[in-house]
């Protein structure tokens, strides 16, 4: 099965941008729909956005629409959210998350493959 690791977490300012990036090993990326979530402090993980395996069908949370982009590159193996405008209640550990059994899901259920997060930090 695949193995992922993400990167390009940190500490920012209100108003300032991220990209955050997920390599993906050890099988065809295509065969993976790929989604991030993330989890705040005492708070349950949540669904931040997801993308088909041809990157043709993408969704997001309400609160990140219009300001982060979710995005794939088969020839890296590697899919990216890119954060635009980021806000204090952004801050959190954030997950890229996999599965081969469908070619698109938004749900945590749907994904059994989890990289080990990256803190992402947005002070006011």
């Known amino acids: 099965q695949v193995q992922l690791v993400e990167s390009g977490g940190g500490l920012v300012q209100a108003g300032d941008s991220l990209r955050l990036s997920c390599v993906a090993s050890g099988r065809t990326f295509n065969d993976y729909a790929m989604g991030w979530f993330r989890q705040a402090p005492g708070k349950e993980r949540e669904f931040v956005a997801a993308?088909?395996?041809?990157?043709?069908?993408?969704s997001y949370q309400d609160s990140v629409k219009g300001r982060f982009t979710i995005s794939r590159d088969t020839a890296k193996n590697t899919v990216y959210l890119q954060m635009n405008s980021l806000k204090p209640e952004d801050t959190a550990v954030y997950y890229c998350?996999?599965?081969?059994?469908?070619?698109?899901?938004?749900?945590?259920?749907?994904?059994?493959?989890w990289g080990q997060g990256t803190q992402v930090t947005v002070s006011s």
């Open positions: 993308i088909s395996r041809r990157g043709i069908t993408k």
């Open positions: 998350a996999a599965e081969s059994r469908t070619d698109y899901c938004s749900g945590a259920g749907c994904y059994d493959i």
